[in-house]
Protein backbone atom coordinates (compact mmCIF):
# COMPACT_ATOMS: atom_id res chain seq x y z
CA UNK A 1 0.00 0.00 0.00
CA UNK A 2 1.44 3.20 -0.75
CA UNK A 3 1.97 5.80 1.63
CA UNK A 4 -0.52 8.56 0.67
CA UNK A 5 -2.94 5.45 1.00
CA UNK A 6 -1.30 4.18 4.40
CA UNK A 7 -1.47 7.79 5.85
CA UNK A 8 -5.57 7.81 4.55
CA UNK A 9 -6.30 4.72 6.15
CA UNK A 10 -4.20 5.22 9.11
CA UNK A 11 -6.00 8.52 9.21
CA UNK A 12 -9.72 7.31 8.87
CA UNK A 13 -9.17 4.73 11.66
CA UNK A 14 -7.74 7.61 14.06
CA UNK A 15 -10.35 9.82 13.78
CA UNK A 16 -13.38 7.42 14.02
CA UNK A 17 -11.48 6.00 17.95
CA UNK A 18 -14.40 8.86 19.51
CA UNK A 19 -17.01 6.86 18.24
CA UNK A 20 -15.71 3.56 18.71
CA UNK A 21 -15.04 4.50 22.45
CA UNK A 22 -18.53 5.59 22.16
CA UNK A 23 -19.83 2.39 20.61
CA UNK A 24 -17.86 -0.39 23.45
CA UNK A 25 -21.35 -0.58 25.26
CA UNK A 26 -23.17 -0.37 22.32
CA UNK A 27 -21.59 -3.39 21.45
CA UNK A 28 -21.03 -4.96 24.86
CA UNK A 29 -24.68 -4.52 25.68
CA UNK A 30 -26.21 -6.27 22.12
CA UNK A 31 -23.83 -9.16 23.61
CA UNK A 32 -25.20 -9.49 26.61
CA UNK A 33 -28.58 -9.53 25.44
CA UNK A 34 -28.47 -11.70 22.42
CA UNK A 35 -28.47 -15.16 24.39
CA UNK A 36 -31.70 -14.36 26.65
CA UNK A 37 -33.57 -13.06 24.11
CA UNK A 38 -33.07 -16.44 22.03
CA UNK A 39 -30.33 -15.70 19.99
CA UNK A 40 -27.63 -18.36 19.96
CA UNK A 41 -24.01 -17.40 20.78
CA UNK A 42 -23.18 -18.49 17.23
CA UNK A 43 -26.45 -16.28 16.13
CA UNK A 44 -25.39 -13.59 17.61
CA UNK A 45 -21.97 -13.25 16.10
CA UNK A 46 -23.24 -14.15 12.84
CA UNK A 47 -25.44 -11.25 13.28
CA UNK A 48 -22.73 -8.90 14.38
CA UNK A 49 -20.47 -9.87 11.41
CA UNK A 50 -22.75 -10.32 8.48
CA UNK A 51 -25.63 -7.85 9.61
CA UNK A 52 -23.41 -5.37 11.06
CA UNK A 53 -25.82 -2.56 12.37
CA UNK A 54 -26.29 -1.98 16.19
CA UNK A 55 -29.60 -0.17 16.43
CA UNK A 56 -31.92 -2.72 13.81
CA UNK A 57 -29.64 -5.67 15.93
CA UNK A 58 -31.18 -4.27 18.99
CA UNK A 59 -34.61 -4.21 17.46
CA UNK A 60 -34.35 -7.55 16.27
CA UNK A 61 -33.47 -9.50 19.39
CA UNK A 62 -35.91 -7.57 21.67
CA UNK A 63 -39.03 -8.49 18.74
CA UNK A 64 -37.19 -11.68 19.21
CA UNK A 65 -37.57 -12.13 22.93
CA UNK A 66 -41.22 -11.43 22.07
CA UNK A 67 -42.06 -14.07 20.05
CA UNK A 68 -42.85 -12.25 16.90
CA UNK A 69 -42.18 -13.55 13.40
CA UNK A 70 -39.24 -13.15 11.24
CA UNK A 71 -41.17 -11.50 8.49
CA UNK A 72 -41.80 -8.40 11.12
CA UNK A 73 -38.63 -8.27 12.53
CA UNK A 74 -37.11 -7.73 8.76
CA UNK A 75 -39.48 -5.27 7.56
CA UNK A 76 -38.55 -3.08 10.99
CA UNK A 77 -35.07 -3.60 10.76
CA UNK A 78 -35.36 -2.41 7.16
CA UNK A 79 -37.45 0.51 7.74
CA UNK A 80 -35.35 1.32 10.98
CA UNK A 81 -32.13 1.21 8.11
CA UNK A 82 -33.62 3.01 5.41
CA UNK A 83 -31.52 6.04 6.81
CA UNK A 84 -28.64 4.32 5.46
CA UNK A 85 -30.27 5.20 2.29
CA UNK A 86 -29.49 8.75 2.99
CA UNK A 87 -26.06 8.32 3.96
CA UNK A 88 -25.60 6.93 0.58
CA UNK A 89 -26.86 9.56 -1.14
CA UNK A 90 -24.73 11.87 0.97
CA UNK A 91 -21.72 10.13 -0.24
CA UNK A 92 -22.50 8.86 -4.10
CA UNK A 93 -20.75 11.60 -5.64
CA UNK A 94 -17.83 11.08 -3.70
CA UNK A 95 -17.33 7.02 -4.62
CA UNK A 96 -19.01 6.84 -8.28
CA UNK A 97 -15.26 6.66 -9.76
CA UNK A 98 -14.40 3.77 -7.71
CA UNK A 99 -14.92 -0.61 -8.98
CA UNK A 100 -17.92 -1.88 -8.04
CA UNK A 101 -16.51 -4.30 -5.27
CA UNK A 102 -14.89 -0.72 -3.80
CA UNK A 103 -18.79 0.72 -3.69
CA UNK A 104 -19.62 -2.81 -2.07
CA UNK A 105 -17.22 -2.97 0.57
CA UNK A 106 -17.99 0.78 1.24
CA UNK A 107 -21.48 0.42 1.24
CA UNK A 108 -21.57 -2.92 3.62
CA UNK A 109 -19.38 -0.71 6.20
CA UNK A 110 -21.44 2.44 6.21
CA UNK A 111 -22.87 3.18 9.76
CA UNK A 112 -24.34 6.08 11.45
CA UNK A 113 -20.45 6.43 13.18
CA UNK A 114 -18.43 5.77 9.94
CA UNK A 115 -20.77 8.38 7.89
CA UNK A 116 -19.96 11.20 10.45
CA UNK A 117 -16.61 10.93 10.28
CA UNK A 118 -16.30 10.35 6.31
CA UNK A 119 -18.61 13.04 5.45
CA UNK A 120 -16.43 15.48 7.51
CA UNK A 121 -13.47 14.08 5.46
CA UNK A 122 -15.46 14.78 2.37
CA UNK A 123 -16.59 18.27 3.07
CA UNK A 124 -14.79 21.25 2.02
CA UNK A 125 -11.98 19.35 0.57
CA UNK A 126 -10.27 18.75 -2.91
CA UNK A 127 -7.83 16.32 -2.23
CA UNK A 128 -10.02 13.10 -2.11
CA UNK A 129 -8.31 10.96 -4.61
CA UNK A 130 -7.09 8.21 -1.90
CA UNK A 131 -10.45 9.66 0.57
CA UNK A 132 -11.97 5.92 -0.09
CA UNK A 133 -9.05 4.46 2.25
CA UNK A 134 -9.84 6.63 4.71
CA UNK A 135 -13.58 5.37 4.12
CA UNK A 136 -11.84 1.78 4.50
CA UNK A 137 -9.71 2.94 7.74
CA UNK A 138 -13.38 4.20 9.68
CA UNK A 139 -14.82 0.81 9.03
CA UNK A 140 -12.33 -1.46 9.52
CA UNK A 141 -11.79 0.32 13.17
CA UNK A 142 -15.84 0.81 13.75
CA UNK A 143 -16.02 -3.09 12.44
CA UNK A 144 -13.31 -4.56 14.38
CA UNK A 145 -14.57 -3.10 17.55
CA UNK A 146 -18.29 -4.16 16.97
CA UNK A 147 -17.14 -7.78 16.33
CA UNK A 148 -14.89 -7.80 19.64
CA UNK A 149 -17.47 -5.86 21.96
CA UNK A 150 -20.14 -8.32 20.77
CA UNK A 151 -17.96 -11.10 22.15
CA UNK A 152 -17.23 -9.54 25.43
CA UNK A 153 -20.57 -8.88 25.63
CA UNK A 154 -21.55 -12.67 25.17
CA UNK A 155 -18.78 -13.68 27.77
CA UNK A 156 -19.72 -11.27 29.94
CA UNK A 157 -23.15 -11.91 30.12
CA UNK A 158 -23.08 -15.71 31.52
CA UNK A 159 -20.10 -13.74 33.92
CA UNK A 160 -22.75 -11.16 35.17
CA UNK A 161 -26.42 -11.90 34.28
CA UNK A 162 -27.69 -8.47 35.52
CA UNK A 163 -25.28 -6.25 33.39
CA UNK A 164 -28.09 -4.99 31.33
CA UNK A 165 -29.18 -3.26 34.51
CA UNK A 166 -25.45 -1.00 34.91
CA UNK A 167 -26.77 1.81 33.03
CA UNK A 168 -24.37 1.41 29.95
CA UNK A 169 -27.54 1.90 27.55
CA UNK A 170 -27.07 5.43 28.47
CA UNK A 171 -24.07 5.76 26.03
CA UNK A 172 -25.60 4.91 23.01
CA UNK A 173 -27.63 7.86 23.68
CA UNK A 174 -25.10 10.28 24.23
CA UNK A 175 -23.35 8.42 20.70
CA UNK A 176 -25.69 9.21 18.72
CA UNK A 177 -26.11 12.68 20.03
CA UNK A 178 -22.51 13.45 19.11
CA UNK A 179 -23.50 12.12 15.62
CA UNK A 180 -26.81 14.36 15.49
CA UNK A 181 -26.00 17.70 17.01
CA UNK A 182 -22.95 18.58 14.26
CA UNK A 183 -25.59 18.40 11.49
CA UNK A 184 -28.38 20.41 12.90
CA UNK A 185 -27.69 23.63 11.02
CA UNK A 186 -30.66 23.99 8.74
CA UNK A 187 -34.23 24.27 8.83
CA UNK A 188 -35.12 20.44 7.37
CA UNK A 189 -32.48 19.16 9.21
CA UNK A 190 -34.44 20.53 13.04
CA UNK A 191 -37.90 19.74 11.60
CA UNK A 192 -36.28 16.10 11.30
CA UNK A 193 -35.27 15.62 14.44
CA UNK A 194 -37.81 17.15 16.24
CA UNK A 195 -40.72 15.89 14.36
CA UNK A 196 -39.13 12.13 14.88
CA UNK A 197 -38.53 12.75 18.63
CA UNK A 198 -42.50 13.79 19.24
CA UNK A 199 -43.90 10.96 16.92
CA UNK A 200 -41.80 8.30 18.97
CA UNK A 201 -42.79 9.89 22.40
CA UNK A 202 -46.25 9.62 21.40
CA UNK A 203 -46.26 6.56 19.72
CA UNK A 204 -43.70 4.36 22.33
CA UNK A 205 -46.62 1.87 23.50
CA UNK A 206 -47.49 0.26 19.89
CA UNK A 207 -46.41 -2.84 19.65
CA UNK A 208 -43.73 -4.38 17.79
CA UNK A 209 -41.61 -0.84 18.09
CA UNK A 210 -43.97 0.23 15.41
CA UNK A 211 -43.53 3.36 17.28
CA UNK A 212 -40.09 3.24 16.11
CA UNK A 213 -40.69 2.78 12.84
CA UNK A 214 -43.79 5.36 12.15
CA UNK A 215 -41.36 8.14 13.68
CA UNK A 216 -38.57 7.43 11.68
CA UNK A 217 -40.80 7.73 8.38
CA UNK A 218 -42.20 10.69 9.73
CA UNK A 219 -38.94 12.48 10.39
CA UNK A 220 -37.82 11.81 7.26
CA UNK A 221 -41.05 12.66 5.10
CA UNK A 222 -40.98 16.20 6.96
CA UNK A 223 -37.24 16.87 7.04
CA UNK A 224 -37.43 15.89 3.26
CA UNK A 225 -40.76 18.33 2.31
CA UNK A 226 -38.96 21.26 4.20
CA UNK A 227 -35.56 20.65 2.10
CA UNK A 228 -38.11 20.71 -1.46
CA UNK A 229 -40.01 23.48 -0.38
CA UNK A 230 -37.02 25.43 0.42
CA UNK A 231 -35.07 24.46 -2.79
CA UNK A 232 -38.38 25.51 -4.41
CA UNK A 233 -38.85 28.48 -2.99
CA UNK A 234 -35.05 29.36 -3.86
CA UNK A 235 -35.31 28.84 -7.30
CA UNK A 236 -38.82 30.90 -6.77
CA UNK A 237 -36.84 33.82 -5.69
CA UNK A 238 -34.25 33.18 -7.84
CA UNK A 239 -36.03 33.55 -11.19
CA UNK A 240 -38.45 36.34 -9.94
CA UNK A 241 -34.56 38.02 -9.48
CA UNK A 242 -33.37 37.08 -13.05
CA UNK A 243 -36.97 38.60 -14.62
CA UNK A 244 -36.66 41.90 -12.63
CA UNK A 245 -33.13 42.16 -13.67
CA UNK A 246 -34.25 41.40 -17.36
CA UNK A 247 -37.26 43.59 -16.93
CA UNK A 248 -34.78 46.83 -15.92
CA UNK A 249 -31.61 45.71 -18.76
CA UNK A 250 -35.09 45.68 -21.31
CA UNK A 251 -36.35 49.08 -19.90
CA UNK A 252 -32.57 50.32 -19.88
CA UNK A 253 -32.43 48.99 -23.38
CA UNK A 254 -35.62 51.16 -24.33
CA UNK A 255 -34.57 54.09 -22.56
CA UNK A 256 -30.77 53.95 -24.50
CA UNK A 257 -32.23 53.63 -27.80
CA UNK A 258 -34.60 56.10 -27.48
CA UNK A 259 -32.35 58.91 -26.47
CA UNK A 260 -30.29 57.70 -29.28
CA UNK A 261 -33.08 58.61 -31.90
CA UNK A 262 -33.44 61.63 -30.55
CA UNK A 263 -30.34 62.30 -31.03
CA UNK A 264 -30.02 61.16 -34.78
CA UNK A 265 -33.21 63.45 -35.02
CA UNK A 266 -31.33 66.37 -33.67
CA UNK A 267 -28.47 65.71 -35.86
CA UNK A 268 -30.36 65.38 -39.17
CA UNK A 269 -32.58 69.24 -38.24
CA UNK A 270 -31.20 71.48 -40.99
Given at each position: ??????????????????????????????????????????G?????????????????V?L????V?P???????????????????????????????????L??G???E??????????????TV?????????????????????????G??E??P?????G??F???????G?I??Y???????????S??A????????P??L?????A?A??????????I?????????N???I??????T????????S???????????
Amino acid sequence: MPSSQFTEFFNGAKATIPMVIGAIPFGIIFGTLAEPSGLSVWGAMAMSLFVYAGSSQFIAVGLLATGVGPIIIIATTFVVNLRHLLYATALVDKVIHLSQGWRALLAFGLTDESFTVVNSRYLGRTDTVHAHWFFLGSIVAMYSNWQFCTWLGIGLGELFPNMTNWGLDFAMSVTFLGIIIPYLRNKPMWLAVISAAAFAMVLQHLPNQLGLVISALAGIAIGYASQQIEIRLRLHKANSNVIKATIAGTASTRKIDASSMNGNREKAKP
